[in-house]
């Protein structure tokens, strides 16, 4: 119990260090808090998912793969999302909503190759990866 206590003190205290270094460096170099949290902060929070993902897929869990990263991102997206704002009504600028329809798309495409034969080939998985990059990449232009 001691352990996971641990655990939970240095993830929180790690996740106040990446938000407040990730919100000083945007405000350093002009850029908007919310494309630091779409890119560097949500790389660097989904390490641990790909981590994950890479060592079961490795060993043939291919469903502990899917299941954790399609897990991780409905975490993410209602829970931290529902939490944050129960805590503090949280306002969506005007500036974020270009990001919806691409994140719309993404979510269909994945649907759309995960139910093609039930199976994600490399092709597909390297059309993701671009996806991807291209969704980090693209807001920092």
């Known amino acids: 119990m001691g352990a996971v206590l641990l655990g939970l003190v240095l993830l929180l205290g790690g996740a106040r260090v990446l938000i407040g270094s990730a919100s000083a460096l945007a405000r350093t170099v002009g850029i908007a808090d919310w494309v630091i949290g779409l890119t560097i902060v949500a790389a660097g929070t989904s390490l641990p998912e790909f981590a994950t993902a890479a060592a079961a897929t490795r060993r043939g869990s291919h469903g ?22 129960v805590l503090e009504p949280l306002v ?50």
Request: glycine letters at 8%.
């Open 64 to 85: 502990v793969s899917v299941g954790t990263l399609i897990g991780s991102d409905l975490s993410n997206l209602l829970l931290a999302l529902g939490v944050a704002a």
């Open 92 to 141: 969506i600028g005007v500036a974020v909503l270009p990001n919806f329809g691409p994140l719309v798309l993404t979510v269909v495409l994945v649907v759309a190759l995960a139910l093609t034969e039930e199976r994600v080939s490399r092709l597909e998985g390297a059309l993701l990866v671009a996806v991807a990059a291209a969704r980090w990449v693209l807001p920092l232009l």
